[in-house]
C-alpha cells in the first residue's frame, strides 16, 4: 500500500526501504472504524489533531524519512513544526493519505516575505509599532465603543488631533483627543481618559489579531508551522510522510580477539534526534545506501520582473495583448587495573580510621568487596550484556537496519547495538616501507561472516579483554576480507633496503633502415623480516605496484590492490625470514642507422643478445658508413685546402697594387698566383669527383637499409 502511494514521487530503493521500515507499525495499527453517523455541521475552524511520528528511516547519505500516523475527526487538521530551512524539503517530498475515505484538503504555511511586506499586507498597519493616536487615525470611518471616566460611547471615528490642554504651573501640554461620530453630535475624548476600546467592525478586528500573530511569529522565525488539513466525516487514520536533511547516522564497531574464543564484533549505531518533535515508540530504519536527493528553493516568493510602460501622453494606449500558446617495541599496553591486594590495603586504611561502630563491617559487605575486586581483575566481557536490537536485510542494492520501538526525545542522541556477532579474525602484522620503514603495524584480517552490510566507520579493538589500538574500516559487504592496522609491531623489525636494478638488451630486429631493440629492466627487492617475539607471526607485506611492471621468480601475492601487491607468510619465533620480489618491464627502443653514430652501431654490433644476421647487417651498415665518412672527410680536407690557397691569394694581390708592374718582385708575386690558381682548379676537379663518390656511396646505404628486414 505505501508503495503504491509513493510511486510516482520516491525512487524504488528509497520505497522498498521505508516501506519495509513502516510495515510492521501499519500492521500494528487498530483495525479501521466504521464510519460514523454524519454530524452536524461543526464550528468554522478544524479541530487540531496530534498526529505523531510513528517510523523513521535515516540514510547514510545525509537525508531521513519521517512518517506520522493518527487519526482526525470531521473536518480536521493538525500542524507540524519544521525548521526554515526544512520548508523546502516538506515542499519538495511531502506525501499525504487519508486510510477511511476522507480527503486531503490544504496544506498551509506561512509566507517568507519579509514581515515588513506581511504587515503592509493588512488592512491595519502595524509595521513601525505606532502609537495609539496613530492606529486610531488609520482606523478613520471605523465603528468603535469607548469607554470614559464610567460614560459608554459608540460612534464612528472622525480621527485623533493635538490639542494645547492649560495646567496649574508651567506651559500648556500636548494632549491627543480623539473625535468620534455620535448620531448627530461629535464628542472629543482624551486618549489618557479612555479605558477601553473595541472596534466594532469585526472585520478590522479579524485583520487586527492577523497582524499581531504574525508579528508574534516572524519572533521566532527558525520555525515555521505547515497546518495540514483533511475533509471527511467521523474519525479517521491518516498518515503524513516527508523527507528532510537530517545527520547521517554512523557507526562504530569493537573487534574482540581471543586465542581461545576467536573473534566477536560488536557494532553501534549513532543516531541523533535533531527534529521538532519526539520519538516515542517509532520504528526507526538505517539504511546504508546513497540515494540521489538535491535542495530546491520552492519556499522564497518569485516574482517575474515587467516592464514599466509609459503611455504616450497624447493617446490613451495600452499594452498590447497577445494570444498565449499552449503549453542528481610496544605493544599497547593494558589498561591499569587495581588489583585485590591494592584494593584491601585501601580498604583497611580507610576502616582505621572510622568510629568502632563503624569499624565493625558486616562479613557480607568484606566479602562483597573481595568480590568486587576479583571480578576487576578479569577481563571483562563485554559481548556478555549487549544484544542487537536491529534486524537486517538487503534491500536491492541497499542495506538496511530495523530498530523497534525507539523513544528518543528532540535534540538527544542514542548509540544503539545492532551486531553482536561472532567473525572470523586472523592476527597479523603488516608492512609497508612507505608507511614505517622499519617496523610492521599490529593488524588483524576479518572476514564479514556476519551476514550483514558493515558501514564505514571506527573499530576499537580489545586484545585478550585489554584495549590495543584503534582502526578504521571501509564498508564491508557480508563475505568480504578487509585488512585492519591498530597499532605499532615493536617485537618485530623489516629491513627493506636492499634492492638492485638491471638491464639488459633481448632482441633486436631492423625494418627500413631503423633498428628496434626490446630491453628487458630487472628489479630486485629484498624484504628480511626479523621476528624478536616468542611466537610465530604471521606476516604480510604491502609491495607497491608500478605500471608495466610485471612479477617474475617469486612467489604469488596473496591478493593484489589497484596501487599494492600483498604477500604473506610465517616468522618464525626469534627467527628471521627473506621475500624477494623481483619485477620486470620489456620496453622498446628505435634507433635510425642512417643518422646515429657510428659508436653505438659498433656497440649493438657487437652485443651478443642480439641475433647473428641483425649484428651482421649492422656490421655492413657501419662499414658502408664507414666509407662515406672517410669521403666527406676527404671533401671537408679540399674545402679547407681551397679556402686557405683562396686567402693567400687575397695577400698576395694586395702587396701587387703596392709594388711596381715593372720589377722583379712583381713578376715573382704573379708567378705565385698562376701557381695556386692550377692548385685551386685541380683541388675543385677532385672535391667534385670526391661528391660524385659520396653521392653514390650515399645512395648506396640508403638502398641497403631500405631493403633491410631482418629479425
Do not use: C
Not at 496530534?50 to 473536518?75: K, M
Not at 564479514?448 to 574500516?473: E, F
Not at 626469534?574 to 618491464?585: C, D, M, R, W
Amino acid at each position: 500500500m505505501f508503495t503504491h502511494l509513493l510511486r510516482t514521487t520516491r525512487a524504488m530503493a528509497l520505497s522498498a526501504a521505508i516501506g519495509t521500515a513502516i510495515g510492521a507499525m501499519a500492521n500494528a495499527q487498530t483495525p479501521a472504524q466504521p464510519p460514523q453517523a454524519p454530524q452536524p455541521a461543526a464550528a468554522a475552524q478544524p479541530q487540531q489533531a496530534d498526529v505523531p511520528v510513528r517510523a523513521v528511516v535515516l540514510f547514510s547519505s545525509g537525508v531521513g524519512y519521517f512518517e506520522h500516523f493518527g487519526t482526525v475527526h470531521g473536518d480536521g487538521s493538525t500542524e507540524l513544526r519544521f525548521k526554515t530551512a526544512q520548508i523546502n524539503d516538506i515542499l519538495k517530498s511531502l506525501v499525504l493519505q487519508d486510510l477511511d475515505g476522507g480527503q486531503v484538503s490544504t496544506v498551509t504555511y506561512p509566507s517568507q516575505d519579509p514581515i515588513s511586506k506581511i504587515l503592509k499586507s493588512f488592512q491595519v498597519d502595524i509595521t513601525n509599532n505606532p502609537p495609539l493616536a496613530d492606529l486610531l487615525n488609520q482606523l478613520r470611518g471605523a465603528r468603535l465603543s469607548v469607554t470614559a471616566q464610567a460614560e459608554k460611547l459608540t460612534g464612528t471615528i472622525l480621527g485623533v488631533e493635538t490639542r494645547r490642554k492649560p495646567v496649574e504651573k508651567g506651559e500648556p501640554v500636548q494632549v491627543a483627543v480623539l473625535n468620534l461620530l455620535t448620531g448627530a453630535s461629535i464628542r472629543s475624548i482624551e486618549l489618557e481618559t479612555i479605558n477601553s476600546l473595541v472596534l466594532e467592525d469585526p472585520q478590522l478586528q479579524e485583520e487586527l489579531n492577523k497582524a499581531l500573530a504574525a508579528l508574534a511569529q516572524a519572533r521566532d522565525q527558525d520555525k515555521k508551522p505547515v497546518t495540514i488539513n483533511f475533509r471527511g466525516e467521523g474519525e479517521r487514520r491518516v498518515r503524513i510522510g516527508y523527507v528532510v536533511e537530517t545527520p547521517i547516522w554512523k557507526t562504530s564497531y569493537r573487534l574482540i580477539m581471543d586465542d581461545q574464543q576467536g573473534g566477536k564484533l560488536q557494532g553501534w549505531a549513532i543516531v541523533e534526534n535533531q527534529t521538532d518533535s519526539d520519538w516515542n515508540n517509532v520504528q526507526l530504519s538505517l539504511v546504508s545506501g546513497r540515494p540521489i536527493s538535491f535542495i530546491m528553493d520552492l519556499y522564497q516568493p518569485l516574482y517575474v520582473p515587467r516592464p514599466v510602460v509609459e503611455p504616450e501622453l497624447w493617446a490613451s494606449l495600452r499594452p498590447p495583448t497577445h494570444e498565449g500558446a499552449i503549453a542528481q617495541d610496544k605493544r599497547a599496553e593494558p589498561l591499569a587495573v587495581a588489583g585485590a591486594p591494592a584494593r584491601r590495603a585501601r580498604g583497611g586504611a580507610v576502616g582505621a580510621g572510622q568510629p568502632p561502630a563503624a569499624a565493625a563491617a558486616p562479613q557480607l559487605a568484606l566479602e562483597s568487596a573481595d568480590r568486587t575486586a576479583e571480578q576487576l581483575g578479569r577481563p571483562m566481557d563485554v559481548m556478555a550484556s549487549v544484544q542487537s536490537v536491529a534486524s537486517a536485510a538487503q534491500i536491492g542494492e541497499l542495506f538496511q537496519y530495523t530498530v523497534g520501538n525507539v523513544t528518543l526525545p528532540r535534540q538527544k542522541s542514542a548509540m544503539l547495538p545492532i551486531i553482536a556477532d561472532n567473525i572470523e579474525v586472523e592476527r597479523v602484522s603488516i608492512y609497508n616501507s612507505s608507511v614505517l620503514p622499519r617496523h610492521p603495524l599490529n593488524g588483524a584480517r576479518i572476514r564479514n561472516t556476519t551476514d550483514k552490510h558493515l558501514l564505514q566507520g571506527p573499530i576499537t579493538v580489545l586484545d585478550a579483554g585489554n584495549y590495543a589500538g584503534d582502526a578504521r574500516i571501509e564498508n564491508l559487504p557480508p563475505g568480504q576480507e578487509r585488512l585492519l592496522s591498530y597499532g605499532i609491531d615493536l617485537q618485530m623489525l623489516v629491513d627493506s633496503t636492499q634492492n638492485r636494478s638491471e638491464t639488459a638488451i633481448l632482441t633486436g630486429k631492423i625494418v627500413k633502415g631503423v633498428l628496434y631493440l626490446s630491453r628487458r629492466h630487472l628489479a630486485t627487492q629484498e624484504y628480511l623480516a626479523n621476528n624478536k617475539s616468542d611466537r610465530d607471526k604471521t606476516l604480510i607485506i604491502e609491495h607497491p605496484i608500478r605500471q608495466g611492471w610485471k612479477l617474475v621468480d617469486t612467489e604469488k601475492p596473496i591478493e593484489t590492490t589497484q596501487t599494492l601487491y600483498r604477500f604473506k607468510g610465517t616468522v618464525g619465533a626469534g627467527k628471521a625470514s627473506k621475500l624477494v620480489v623481483k619485477e620486470e618491464i620489456v620496453q622498446g627502443e628505435t634507433i635510425a642507422i642512417l643518422p646515429a653514430e657510428i659508436e653505438q652501431l659498433l656497440f649493438y654490433a657487437r652485443n651478443g643478445q642480439i641475433p647473428k644476421e641483425v649484428r651482421d647487417a649492422i656490421g655492413k651498415a657501419v662499414e658502408l658508413k664507414q666509407a662515406l665518412a672517410e669521403t666527406e672527410r676527404q671533401i671537408a680536407e679540399h674545402e679547407q685546402r681551397i679556402n686557405a690557397i683562396t686567402q693567400e691569394q687575397g695577400r698576395i694581390r694586395e702587396n701587387m697594387k703596392t709594388v711596381d708592374r715593372n720589377s722583379q718582385y712583381y713578376n715573382r708575386l704573379l708567378t705565385k698566383l698562376n701557381e695556386q690558381e692550377s692548385q685551386i682548379e685541380k683541388l675543385q676537379s677532385e672535391r667534385e669527383q670526391l661528391e660524385q663518390k659520396r653521392n653514390a656511396q650515399r645512395k648506396e646505404l640508403e638502398d641497403y637499409l631500405a631493403g633491410l628486414d631482418i629479425g
